[in-house]
Antibody, heavy 130, light 109 residues
Framework: QVQLQESGPGLVKPSQTLSLTCTVS??????????WSWIRQPPGKGLEWIGY???????YYNPSLKSRVTISVDTSKNQFSLKLSSVTAADTAVYYC??????????????????????WGQGTLVTVSS | QSVLTQPPSVSAAPGQKVTISCSGS????????VSWYQQLPGTAPKLLIY???KRPSGIPDRFSGSKSGTSATLGITGLQTGDEADYYC??????????FGGGTKLTVL
């Protein structure tokens, strides 16, 4: 059974960089079958996809966060990480790491992406405050 | 404002059926597969439906999904009090990447 666990500071000062790590157990990040994702949820609000990374290091980011986000992977530790720079109170949220399955279907009548998140960490609350 | 539109809340009595809608556009739902997630209070989201209508192992067949054009629907039959949760739809958008609906709070009366 795959398990994901977030870790990192729960309090970050405004203008600083938020750093979180996700440790994966029960499966290898290097298997190549999945994308490793970060998703966040502000208190009382909905889900926001931040981005994901493939084991090779290829990344895909939410355009609205792209200038401030870096996702990296350490296959030797079976971990991937999130850095979000220049944080403000609006970045206060529960941050989840999740495993994504991403498949591209090319039919005669059209092409379709399938992206879904099948395993999630328990989430970690990060508060941005001085 | 979420890219995908869901009703803020729905309600129904135990044993009844409820549907939750998710509306998008040709850049997301119209040309990609939809997934649905259940988030019980204080917990992480859980995958309920993927590829529009497929259930992961362990998800009861009381939960179903469908898609038509640029909209998708989650159906739940035989409602139980334990189904009270927030439900989110998700998909891929050709410009924005991963996108979710704003969430629907299900109340079992």
């Amino acid at each position: 059974q795959v398990q994901l666990q977030e870790s990192g500071p729960g309090l970050v000062k405004p203008s600083q960089t938020l750093s979180l790590t996700c440790t994966v157990s029960g499966g290898s990040i290097s298997s190549g079958d999945y994308y490793w994702s970060w998703i966040r949820q502000p208190p009382g609000k909905g889900l926001e996809w931040i981005g994901y990374i493939y084991y090779s290091g290829s990344t895909y980011y939410n355009p609205s966060l792209k200038s401030r986000v870096t996702i990296s992977v350490d296959t030797s530790k079976n971990q991937f990480s999130l850095k979000l720079s220049s944080v403000t109170a609006a970045d206060t949220a529960v941050y989840y790491c999740a495993r994504a399955t991403r498949t591209y279907y090319d039919y005669v009548w059209g092409s379709y992406h399938s992206v879904y998140f099948d395993y999630w960490g328990q989430g970690t609350l990060v508060t941005v405050s001085s | 404002q979420s890219v995908l539109t869901q009703p803020p809340s729905v309600s129904a009595a135990p044993g009844q059926k409820v549907t939750i809608s998710c509306s998008g556009s040709s850049s997301n739902i119209g040309n990609n597969y939809v997934s649905w997630y259940q988030q019980l209070p204080g917990t992480a989201p859980k995958l309920l439906i993927y590829d529009n209508n497929k259930r992961p192992s362990g998800i009861p067949d009381r939960f179903s999904g469908s898609k038509s054009g640029t909209s998708a629907t989650l159906g739940i039959t035989g409602l139980q009090t334990g189904d009270e949760a927030d439900y989110y739809c998700g998909t891929w958008d050709s410009s924005l990447g991963g996108v979710f609906g704003g969430g629907t709070k299900l109340t079992v009366l």
